[in-house]
């Protein structure tokens, strides 16, 4: 039996009780399913993955529970990398390509599978056990589904210490135990496996883009929740703002991709203000920087900037006019065969002129942008690579990344941004505390670029009468 926890109000389990759960259960197996809409499309990266390492044995783990507190757990999100290469999502799942001596690969997934009705486990095991958490698919199921052999992961680290010779590389962080089962402790030679992993991500299948494409739509529908209820937001906080997009992000998809930047005010000049705990008042801005993750965990990643009585006062407007334009030369520069840089680049040459132009920064332009002064103001870089993590595809070789080649099927983020810090004495009074980014998830396409979450407004005019249409009564 399962050791019970300490102060159980049952701290002993009868023989009789034993007996009496280990029958009359019916049997739930399922047999009818069919492969997963993912999985030809997961086969056809394992293979791409497993021509790059030949001969070598590659183990991708999915991860393990987190303890948040005492013994409750934070919920469960796989790696990226496992589930790019499968589809699954259990922890304490691994996926291993074992080299064969034809040089190819024979990939198996290792999951738990179901709970066992002899043992206790599966109604005292409250970590695991399914009368607890939920039924887990039965490895005849997971196999059907996921279209791999699938066997049970309490016997992968014997059968890796067991298994033949072979160099051997592991995606390390995210399992200890099986680090230590591998024994590997050729750190380059495991970078080296993320490294291709994250490269494989670069450009989207159409199964993938098709992916983002819910995310984005449930993004939109998400900030449309959040303007009808800027009302209700007004009497209480910006939490309201981030339950109101967390809502629509549960009920279309499995959650938010990152913590939602809900930040109203000065708080608009934070980057990443996920506090969330800020009052809502007219006159100001909303800055909202949200994204839905779509159940198969790729994510959006969108900003707005709001006015929150609907209409954007004369400074107001000439900042988020500015943004608007810096971020439009930006989405122009997304083509096939530009370099990466160009829309950073354009978006931030725009930003100098304007703030040079407002008497901000001393010009000329030209010697701003090359010092980067701008950044005072502007912060961050202008966009990033977007999939199964919001900064999708972070360990790319710079070379293949930031210093690469736009391609059809990568999609990206142009977000341009102005910050004016409360504190800042260098800008007028009036500047200080506005802050102001807009995003938009971007697919290179073979002649251009497509704007996934058009769905949403941008120019300022667009904008206010969006909102009136949102927030008047009904």
Same mark, same amino acid.
């Given at each position: 039996?399962?050791?019970?926890?300490?102060?159980?109000?049952?701290?002993?389990?009868?023989?009789?009780?034993?007996?009496?759960?280990?029958?009359?259960?019916?049997?739930?197996?399922?047999?009818?399913?069919?492969?997963?809409?993912?999985?030809?499309?997961?086969?056809?990266?394992?293979?791409?993955?497993?021509?790059?390492?030949?001969?070598?044995?590659?183990?991708?783990?999915?991860?393990?529970?987190?303890?948040?507190?005492?013994?409750?757990?934070?919920?469960?999100?796989?790696?990226?990398?496992?589930?790019?290469?499968?589809?699954?999502?259990?922890?304490?799942?691994?996926?291993?390509?074992?080299?064969?001596?034809?040089?190819?690969?024979?990939?198996?997934?290792?999951?738990?599978?179901?709970?066992?009705?002899?043992?206790?486990?599966?109604?005292?095991?409250?970590?695991?056990?399914?009368?607890?958490?939920?039924?887990?698919?039965?490895?005849?199921?997971?196999?059907?589904?996921?279209?791999?052999?699938?066997?049970?992961?309490?016997?992968?680290?014997?059968?890796?210490?067991?298994?033949?010779?072979?160099?051997?590389?592991?995606?390390?962080?995210?399992?200890?135990?099986?680090?230590?089962?591998?024994?590997?402790?050729?750190?380059?030679?495991?970078?080296?496996?993320?490294?291709?992993?994250?490269?494989?991500?670069?450009?989207?299948?159409?199964?993938?883009?098709?992916?983002?494409?819910?995310?984005?739509?449930?993004?939109?529908?998400?900030?449309?929740?959040?303007? /009808?209820? #800027?009302? =209700? &937001?007004?009497? %209480?906080?910006?939490?309201? +703002?981030? !339950? @109101? *997009?967390?809502?629509?992000? $549960?009920?279309?998809?499995?959650?938010?991709?990152?913590?939602?930047?809900?930040?109203?005010?000065?708080?608009?000049?934070?980057?990443?203000?996920?506090?969330?705990?800020?009052?809502?008042?007219?006159?100001?801005?909303?800055?909202?920087?949200?994204?839905?993750?779509? /159940?198969? #965990?790729? =994510? &959006?990643?969108? %900003?707005?900037?709001?006015? +929150?009585? !609907? @209409? *954007?006062?004369?400074?107001? $407007?000439?900042?988020?006019?500015?943004?608007?334009?810096?971020?439009?030369?930006?989405?122009?520069?997304?083509?096939?065969?530009?370099?990466?840089?160009?829309?950073?680049?354009?978006?931030?040459?725009?930003?100098?002129?304007?703030?040079?132009?407002?008497?901000?920064?001393?010009?000329?332009?030209?010697?701003?942008?090359?010092?980067?002064?701008?950044?005072?103001? @502007?912060?961050?870089?202008?966009?990033?690579?977007?999939?199964?993590?919001?900064?999708?595809?972070?360990?790319?070789?710079?070379?293949?990344?930031?210093?690469?080649?736009?391609?059809?099927?990568?999609?990206?983020?142009?977000?341009?941004?102005?910050?004016?810090?409360?504190?800042?004495?260098?800008?007028?009074?009036?500047?200080?505390?506005?802050?102001?980014?807009?995003?938009?998830?971007?697919?290179? @396409?073979?002649?251009?670029?497509?704007?996934?979450?058009?769905?949403?407004?941008?120019?300022?005019?667009?904008?206010?009468?969006?909102?009136?249409?949102?927030?008047?009564?009904?």
């Amino acid at each position: 039996m399962s050791k019970g926890r300490k102060n159980s109000l049952y701290p002993n389990v009868s023989d009789e009780l034993a007996a009496l759960m280990k029958t009359g259960w019916a049997d739930t197996e399922r047999r009818d399913l069919e492969p997963a809409e993912q999985t030809p499309y997961a086969a056809k990266r394992r293979a791409a993955l497993a021509a790059r390492f030949p001969g070598e044995r590659l183990v991708i783990p999915a991860g393990n529970l987190k303890v948040r507190a005492n013994d409750s757990h934070y919920p469960f999100r796989p790696s990226s990398e496992y589930v790019h290469l499968t589809g699954d999502q259990t922890e304490d799942a691994v996926l291993v390509l074992e080299p064969l001596a034809d040089g190819g690969h024979e990939a198996t997934a290792y999951l738990l599978p179901r709970s066992d009705r002899e043992s206790g486990e599966f109604w005292q095991g409250a970590a695991k056990g399914e009368l607890w958490v939920g039924r887990r698919n039965s490895l005849a199921e997971a196999a059907t589904l996921l279209g791999l052999p699938c066997r049970d992961v309490r016997r992968v680290a014997d059968e890796l210490r067991a298994a033949r010779q072979a160099p051997t590389r592991i995606v390390r962080g995210y399992d200890a135990e099986l680090e230590a089962a591998v024994g590997n402790t050729d750190e380059e030679r495991d970078t080296g496996l993320k490294t291709a992993l994250s490269e494989m991500r670069l450009v989207k299948d159409e199964w993938e883009i098709g992916e983002l494409r819910k995310a984005c739509d449930s993004t939109v529908r998400g900030f449309t929740d959040v303007v /009808r209820e #800027l009302a =209700t &937001a007004v009497a %209480t906080s910006e939490r309201w +703002i981030e !339950g @109101t *997009f967390f809502r629509r992000a $549960r009920l279309e998809g499995n959650d938010v991709g990152y913590g939602s930047i809900c930040a109203a005010g000065e708080h608009a000049t934070i980057m990443h203000w996920v506090r969330n705990d800020g009052d809502v008042r007219p006159g100001e801005l909303l800055l909202l920087d949200a994204g839905v993750e779509t /159940r198969t #965990l790729y =994510t &959006a990643d969108v %900003t707005r900037t709001l006015p +929150i009585d !609907g @209409t *954007f006062t004369p400074l107001q $407007r000439k900042i988020y006019d500015a943004v608007y334009e810096a971020q439009q030369a930006g989405i122009d520069a997304v083509r096939p065969g530009a370099r990466y840089r160009d829309f950073h680049e354009a978006a931030q040459r725009y930003l100098a002129d304007k703030l040079v132009e407002w008497g901000l920064l001393e010009g000329p332009a030209e010697r701003v942008y090359e010092l980067a002064l701008q950044r005072r103001f @502007t912060m961050a870089g202008t966009g990033h690579m977007l999939g199964l993590d919001v900064h999708d595809c972070a360990t790319a070789r710079t070379e293949a990344y930031v210093d690469g080649t736009l391609e059809p099927g990568m999609v990206l983020t142009v977000e341009p941004g102005l910050y004016f810090q409360p504190d800042d004495l260098t800008v007028p009074a009036e500047y200080r505390g506005i802050g102001v980014r807009i995003e938009d998830d971007i697919l290179v @396409t073979a002649d251009g670029n497509e704007n996934l979450t058009a769905g949403l407004p941008r120019a300022s005019a667009e904008v206010e009468a969006w909102m009136r249409e949102l927030m008047a009564p009904r």
